[in-house]
């Protein structure tokens, strides 16, 4: 059933791709850039001084090698299968040794796991903020210019598609978690902080020649496996409270998106709504092809992530694809196939047609 479940989904997405091709060119984005958190590091944290790393099995078990990258999966992110379909090479991690000359040109990857919006997110676990994600974003660029030419760069920046994927660890690895941080900021004073923190990565990816972006929102994130456990009281059901202020960010973050979009002048800023699917998923897991949407793949499934999935972790499940959770924070690589097809649909084709 599994079998023929993936290859349906996987034959709707070439069936995509065929139709992006015939529409706009075979080359539909030159370049694929990637910033964020887990959802989407590669591997930069492997290069990293952090206990937030995933370069050990039984990481990567469903990846092809069958090896652990550094990715928070079992196998392939969202990202993955996008740039698969796009007919672009996996964007390395900038920090790998072997990230330079034409292996960079069609794409970078500087999410770092463990950061956010908010600085102190990224501090507390010795990370790359986003701060020094665009730190690193000049320097790419400056070696895209000595690679290529200013002009051929220039032109590289501006089709290609940048990806922001960040924002869960300042709610449930920071604020939920830190009184001191509440005391300082009501929920509706740490969201602000948080959307000033997007507004002005946004404006300095324009200033710097990004064109085409697509923002995702938080996930709901009261239906992750370790905030049931954490602030669920017992009760094997989302956290209602933390899901309404997920979706409360994201609609805020949805109205900033279509002011920036106005305000700048040939940016095409795409909202993509991470949160929907997966909501719908935990509450209806059959009508998506899963059978366990409580609990994660790794471990007791309950609050293993990081160094408490690893291979002697007990009761880790032979088969994630009939789980919506790898472990307690991730989606299993099937599930990011699904956001991935969900992503051309609603995120792709908008910024393509723009």
């Known amino acids: 059933m599994y079998c023929e479940r993936f290859t349906r989904t996987w034959f709707i997405l070439i069936l995509f791709a065929a139709v992006v091709s015939a529409a706009y060119g075979e080359h539909v984005m030159p370049s694929i850039i990637i910033f964020g958190d887990s959802t989407l590091d590669a591997g930069n944290n492997n290069y990293l001084e952090t206990v937030v790393k995933s370069n050990f099995p039984p990481y990567g078990r469903d990846f092809n090698p069958k090896i ?13 299968f996008i740039a698969e379909r796009l007919g672009l090479p996996f964007p390395m991690p900038y920090l790998h040794p072997e990230a330079k000359g034409e292996k960079i040109v069609k794409g970078v990857n500087f999410a770092s796991s463990g950061s956010g919006y908010f600085d102190g997110t990224a501090q507390n676990f010795n990370v790359a903020s986003l701060k020094q994600q665009l730190q690193w974003y000049h320097s790419y660029r400056n070696k ?45 004073e740490f969201q602000r902080k948080l959307l000033l923190s997007f507004e002005e990565f946004v404006q300095e990816l324009y200033s710097a020649g990004a064109r085409k972006i697509i923002a995702t929102s938080l996930p709901a994130l009261g239906c992750l496996p370790s905030q049931i456990t954490l602030h669920g009281g017992g009760r094997s059901v989302c956290v209602d409270s933390i899901n309404k202020q ?61 160094i408490l999935c690893n291979k002697l972790t007990p009761g880790t499940c032979s088969n994630a694809s009939s789980y919506i959770f790898w472990d307690s924070f991730h989606p299993s690589s099937q599930f990011n196939l699904l956001i991935a097809n969900d992503f051309f649909t609603h995120g792709l084709l908008p910024i393509l047609k723009r």
Do not use: W
């Open 68 to 80: 652990p990258t550094g990715r928070f999966c079992n196998g392939f992110m969202v990202t993955d």
């Open 144 to 188: 895209l210019i000595t690679i290529v030419g200013r002009e051929n760069a220039s032109t590289i920046l501006s089709e290609a598609l940048h990806v922001i994927s960040t924002g869960s660890n300042d709610y449930v690895n920071n604020y939920y978690l830190n009184p001191l941080l509440q005391e300082q900021y009501d929920t509706q």
């Open 246 to 306: 997920a979706a409360a960010f994201n609609e805020e973050l949805r109205k900033d998106i279509i002011v920036l979009g106005e305000n700048l002048k040939g940016l095409k800023l795409v909202y993509f709504d991470a949160y929907s699917m997966l909501l719908e998923a935990s509450n209806n897991p059959i009508k998506f092809g899963f059978t366990h949407a409580r609990r994660a793949c790794c471990g007791l499934g309950l609050l293993a992530t990081a």
